[in-house]
């Protein structure tokens, strides 16, 4: 099993800054892709980020040139840096731990971001 604990996250205004953390914990050696799923509020849950272990990276358009994923292998973290935020952004971020084979997929608690205009 694996667990992940997010951290970050709150409220910002228009065009602000927030950084996320989600620390991996168990049995990573089997973890290959990391990243983080948002949902907002009558919509469906959508993937923001991933990067893998080699560090390949997949961004949402929605987010290209604003968010920023980083991972540190040695410490099982990865960190989500979110620039210029705008109210569309507003939504619970999920982060998320996949293993190399597939067979299974971990979910942190989950962490509010808000955005006011």
């Known amino acids: 099993q694996v667990q992940l604990v997010e951290t970050g996250g709150g409220l910002v205004q228009t065009g602000g800054s927030l950084r996320l953390s989600c620390a991996a914990s168990g049995r990573t050696v089997s973890i290959n892709a990391m990243g983080w799923y948002r949902q907002a509020p009558g919509k469906q849950r959508e993937l923001v980020v991933r990067?893998?272990?080699?560090?390949?990276?997949n961004y949402a358009d929605s987010v290209k040139g604003r968010f920023t994923i980083s991972r540190d292998n040695a410490k099982n973290t990865v960190y989500l840096q979110m620039n210029s935020l705008k109210p569309e952004d507003t939504a619970v971020y999920y982060c998320?731990?996949?293993?190399?084979?597939?067979?299974?997929?971990?979910w942190g608690q989950g962490t509010q971001v808000t955005v006011s205009s």
């Open positions: 998320y731990a996949q293993r190399a084979d597939y067979s299974s997929t971990y």
């Open positions: 990067i893998t272990s080699g560090g390949s990276t």
